[in-house]
Every structure is written in C-alpha cells, then in structure tokens.
C-alpha cells in the first residue's frame, strides 16, 4: 500500500459519541455569493472550510470583493457591494466545484462592461456550462468566446448586465443552473422570469436557494408555478441579521447515520434541528426503517440502532437526494435482497460518472450490479476484499469508506482499501479523522 491509499479499519464495537458536522457545502456557497450581493459587510458563521467553498472566496476577492477569513472560528466577513461587481476585468479560476462554476458566470451577468477570462479545473472543463451560458447569452446579459470545447469551461465573457424579461433554463441536468440565475434574478433591471425546461432535477436545491433569497433581505414575492419563477426586479439584498448561522451538511450526516446502521450504537449530531433547510435532511428517515431509531430536537439529532431489525433492501427515487444514492448504494450488499436506485441520470455529469462509477466499484466487491442510464440495481452476493478507486469523487470514498467499517472478517482486519482519500478534501477534509476518532473511542 502507497501513500496515497488508506486501509479502513473495521469498528469491532458498537459506536458511541457526538459527530460534530462542518457546515453546508451548498449553504455556505450560496451564503457567499449572497452576501457579496448586499450592502455592507456579512458575517457568516458555522462556514465550511473546503477545497470548494475556499474555491468560492477567492474567486470573490479575485473579482474585488473584501472576504475576511478565521478559519479557527469558521467565521467568514463578506463586505457586499450592494449588486456590483468591484473589478470590471479579473481572470477567475473556479477550480472543480460545480456550485462556483455555474455562480460566478451569473453573478458576473449583472455588471455593466464587464470582461473576465474564467478557467477551471481539470474535472470541471469535463462538466456542462451550456444551458447556464446559452440562458444568459440569448437574454443579452453575456456574450461568450470558448478557448475550447463550446458549453464547457474555459471561456471568456463580455458582460452587459442582467435585463428583464424571460430566461429558459434545461433543469434537467443540474440544479445548480436554475439556484445561479435564482440568486441574481432580484437584481435584474426588470421583471424577470425563469422557466424551467425539462424535468428539473435536485428541487430541494432550488428550494433551498428561494429561503436563502428571503432570509438574505429579498423582500419581494417570488411567484412559483408550473416550473416559472417570476421575480419582480429592480430589488436588492438588505441583509438585518447581523450574522448567518450555516446549518451542519445533512449529506456529510449521511455517511455517519449509515455507521449507525452497519456497526450499531449510537451518534449525537450537535446543530443539526427538525426544521433542516437541505433536502438531504430526508435520508435519515429513508433509512431508518432499516433499522434506526432517530430523535430530532431543535438543536441535535440523535441516531442509535434498533434492537436487532431485519435490514431489507428497498427501491427508491433518488431525484430529490441524489448526493446521498452513494451512501446507501455502499451499504445496499449488507441489505437481504436487491435494491434498486433510480432518479440517477444527472449525476453522471457531476465529480465523475457517478453511477458508472459506483457500479464499477461494487462490482470489484462482488456484487451483482444492473445498471441504466438513470438506475441502479444491486444484487447482493458474498463481499470480497477490495482496493476503491473513488475515481477523484469524495462522496465514492466517503461512502465505501462506511462499507469499509463494517467487520466483514470478525477480527477487525482490513478488507477495503480507499485510494485517493485526500479527494474528500473537496467537501469534509476531517472525515477520515472523524471516523478513526469514533473507533478508538
């Protein structure tokens, strides 16, 4: 074993203690661009420090903005500009995040004059940016010059700022399209209105994206129907609250309620409440009828196994959830029967082809493994030992390092390798400290 694999190391006893989560990756990507967006300094608190929203605060100082940082503290200050962009030309690196790639084209939308150079990471230049950059380039908002390939990163842009009237955006590939063109639309110079093509996939997302809106000082009705938000422009952000608490990240909580699951015992989540924004939040009661018992307060949430349940596998629609289909696809070969996942299709255009790549993994364990373009169908069948490619995904490596945890051989050997654990940086660069941490406890 090299340096860049890591042997897991099963649990041989329940697990006992308190999971302290980092903050939202889609929350705190979000509250940035937000805050850059009012006037007058933001405090964030509870922020995720990660490959992808650090990602995020250098592209805004990079476009001028004054973003002060205390990591110690998981504070963030963004000084806002009141809808303008500081910098009129700036060369932007977005790196391989998908949220601060399709954020920061919309947010440059809104500046008059504008001309900025964006490059990406090498993952990225692999992910779509056409049905952004063709919404904002047929309202005359951008016009755009592609170094490369056309639709895919890098490009450079000609803003003129964001004008009203109609904008139509294909949902079905990504949700973070309709959350890019959501987060500048009140600041339109007109009435503008959004209209979904397409099945829209990852709605808690666009959900999401609407309560940020509101809760950053977007006074004005947002009007939904049939697929259209309606906004009414000319508006600004006027954010009261002195600071914005980031709730926990309800996809990281996946990984740990799954350990629940496999090795038993029980995990307290501090700041995790019953009233999560993130629909990610809906795993926990998907699976806990597998065998979990889960209580939810206003400040925790409290996830211990159930005396011995039969753990059945299950058909579900992943659409709404789809960054926690890993998790359970992980676990499904500990499931008596197959389980089918479905509502996958968009995430082969994410971190990698991610049900080509689950399939491929679970197959190196053995397993049985049917999949379509939008499902996945798994048969269990006897584990084998494994080294895991997470094919530079961190949600793959977090979530067969769970599997991994499980005491396949009863002694507490080692039978899954995880190559490339540093991929998890992207999001939750302590998972891997956190899992050790509750074994040796």
Not at 64 to 93: C, K, M, W
Not at 216 to 230: A, K, L, P, R, T
């Amino acid at each position: 074993m090299n340096d860049n694999e890591l042997a897991i190391t099963p649990f041989q006893s329940a697990v006992s203690g308190t999971v302290r989560l980092p903050g939202s990756k889609s929350i705190t990507a979000r509250a940035l661009v937000l805050a850059a967006l009012c006037a007058g300094p933001v405090r964030l608190k509870n922020v995720l420090f990660s490959d992808d929203t650090v990602g995020m605060m250098n592209c805004l100082e990079q476009l001028g903005f004054q973003v002060d940082r205390d990591e110690a503290n998981l504070t963030v200050t963004v000084y806002g500009q009141g809808g303008d962009i500081p910098h009129s030309t700036a060369e932007v690196n977005v790196g391989n995040g998908g949220t601060v790639a399709r954020f920061i084209p919309a947010l440059l939308a809104l500046k008059k004059g504008g001309s900025y150079k964006l490059t990406a990471g090498e993952a990225m230049t692999k992910r779509p940016m056409s049905p952004l950059l063709g919404a904002l380039e047929s309202a005359g908002a951008i016009s755009v010059t592609y170094d490369g390939e056309v639709g895919y990163y890098p490009f450079s842009i000609q803003t003129n700022g964001l004008p009203g009237g109609k904008l139509k955006i294909d949902a079905s590939r990504s949700g973070q399209f309709v959350s890019a063109l959501m987060l500048v639309a009140p600041l339109a110079e007109g009435p503008l209105s959004i209209q979904l093509a397409g099945e829209a996939v990852s709605k808690p997302f666009i959900t999401l994206t609407e309560k940020m809106i509101h809760e950053f000082g977007y006074s004005s009705q947002i009007s939904s129907s049939d697929n259209v938000y309606d906004f009414s422009g000319n508006g600004h952000y006027s954010f009261k609250g002195g600071e914005y608490a980031i709730e926990p990240d309800a996809t990281a909580a996946s990984y740990f309620i799954a350990l629940v699951l496999l090795v038993g015992g029980r995990i307290i989540f501090p700041g995790m409440s019953s009233r999560m924004k993130q629909g990610d939040a809906a795993f926990v009661n998907l699976i806990k009828s597998l065998g979990l018992e889960v209580k939810m307060s206003e400040d925790s949430w409290v996830v211990q196994q159930k005396i011995q349940t039969a753990m059945i596998g299950m058909e579900h629609n992943f659409s709404e959830i789809s960054d926690t289909f890993l998790t359970f696809a992980a676990i499904a070969p500990l499931l008596k029967g197959y389980s089918c996942i479905t509502g996958i299709g968009h995430t082969r255009h994410q971190e990698c082809d991610r049900v080509k790549c689950v399939a491929q993994e679970l197959r190196k364990l053995g397993q049985e493994v049917h999949e379509t373009e939008a499902t996945l169908e798994i048969h269990p069948k006897p584990l084998q030992p494994a080294v895991i490619d997470p094919h530079g995904d961190h949600r793959i490596a977090m979530s067969f390092a769970v599997l991994g945890s499980y005491n396949f051989n009863g002694d507490g050997s080692s039978w899954i390798t995880i190559k490339d654990p540093g991929c998890c940086s992207k999001t939750f660069p302590k998972f891997f400290d956190i899992l050790e941490n509750l074994r040796i406890q």
